[in-house]
């Protein structure tokens, strides 16, 4: 049997898996919600009064153009990472503000990966606006965000290298 009339595809050409990721802003907007809740240390003394009073930092509706700049921002940064996998238009977002893109992954990516590919992409893009939102209010905290941004970069790098097999690249003997 011949191989390329099987699968309609040479030889030494791998196939690719195409993955559609929509990554949903109200979703985003939720992740932001719940980490930009903040309750500090009570500001009156423990013997001045029965009630306690706590500050609260939340992300308000107010921000929310602000928000959508940085998720724009942060899509530009993924699409950086993403450049050789994305097809299309790359990292578009549409009248609603979600986030689309599609990636060409090799066949021999290892299982699971577009899954894990999403959730990275996603946290991305939360580590991203928090980084910001923080840098005024809690510099400290900014700054590990911003660590945490760089990890998950570098992750998504690792995880878009992982590989079942070797790659394989042709050789020209002379």
Not at 46 to 59: I, K
Not at 141 to 161: F, S, V
């Amino acid at each position: 049997m011949d191989r390329k009339k099987i699968i309609g595809v040479p030889e030494r050409i791998e196939k690719k898996i195409c993955v559609q990721l929509r990554i949903d802003r109200d979703e985003l907007r939720d992740e932001l919600l719940k980490r930009t809740t903040y309750i500090a240390v009570p500001l009156q003394g423990t013997g001045q009064d029965t009630e306690e009073y706590y500050d609260r930092l939340l992300l308000t509706a107010d921000e929310d153009i602000w928000v959508g700049d940085r998720l724009q921002e942060a899509g530009d940064r993924v699409c950086e990472v993403l450049a050789g996998y994305l097809t299309g238009d790359g990292c578009t977002f549409d009248e609603q503000g979600h986030c689309c893109m599609t990636l060409l992954l090799p066949c021999a990516t290892v299982p699971g990966t577009a899954d894990r590919i999403a959730r990275i992409i996603k946290e991305i893009f939360v580590l991203y606006v928090l980084t910001h939102w923080f840098d005024d209010r809690l510099p400290e905290k900014a700054q590990y965000i911003a660590l945490q941004y760089d990890e998950a970069i570098d992750l998504l790098k690792a995880r878009l290298n992982r590989r079942s097999r070797p790659i394989v690249r042709p050789v020209r003997h002379l």
